[in-house]
C-alpha cells in the first residue's frame, strides 16, 4: 500500500505564502503524476497541479503565475509553492499520486489525508 502525507498547511494573510510538502511512503515500484487537489466547503474537489514523470505540467488556471509544483523523485516528495494567496484559495488541500505497488502493479491513485490552508482578507 502507498501512504501520502502532507504537511505546511496553516494560516497566512492575503498576499501571503505556504509552502506545502507531500511524501510517498510505503512498497512502490513506481510514482508517475504527482498533483495537488484542493476542496473548499461547499464545492467539489478540484485539480490544483500536477506533474508527470516527464516534467509536465498542468494548473489550474485560478492559480497560474502564483503556484509551482514541483518533486524530488529520489525523496518521493511533490511540493506546492504558493505566493501571492487569496481568500478563495482557502481549501483542504490534498496531496495525489498515480503509482504502481506490488499489491496493485497498475496505475492507482493514492491520497493524502489532506492539509487546511486558509488565507485571511
Known amino acids: 500500500q502507498v501512504q501520502l502525507v502532507e504537511s505546511g498547511g496553516g494560516l497566512v494573510q492575503a498576499g501571503g505564502s505556504l509552502n506545502l510538502s507531500c511524501v510517498a511512503s510505503?512498497?512502490?515500484?513506481?510514482?508517475?503524476?504527482m498533483g495537488w487537489y484542493r476542496q473548499a466547503p461547499g464545492k467539489e474537489r478540484e485539480l490544483v497541479a500536477i506533474?508527470?514523470?516527464?516534467?509536465?505540467?498542468n494548473y489550474a488556471e485560478s492559480v497560474k503565475g502564483r503556484f509551482t509544483i514541483s518533486r524530488d523523485n529520489a525523496k518521493k516528495m511533490s511540493f506546492l509553492q504558493m505566493n501571492s494567496l487569496k481568500p478563495e484559495d482557502t481549501a483542504v488541500y490534498y496531496c495525489?499520486?498515480?503509482?504502481?505497488?506490488?499489491?496493485?502493479?497498475?496505475?492507482?491513485?493514492?491520497w493524502g489525508q489532506g492539509t487546511q490552508v486558509t488565507v485571511s482578507s
Open positions: 506533474l508527470t514523470t516527464g516534467d509536465s505540467t
Open positions: 495525489n499520486c498515480r503509482a504502481m505497488s506490488p499489491t496493485r502493479p497498475w496505475n492507482s491513485d493514492y
Open positions: 510505503g512498497r512502490i515500484i513506481r510514482i508517475n503524476t
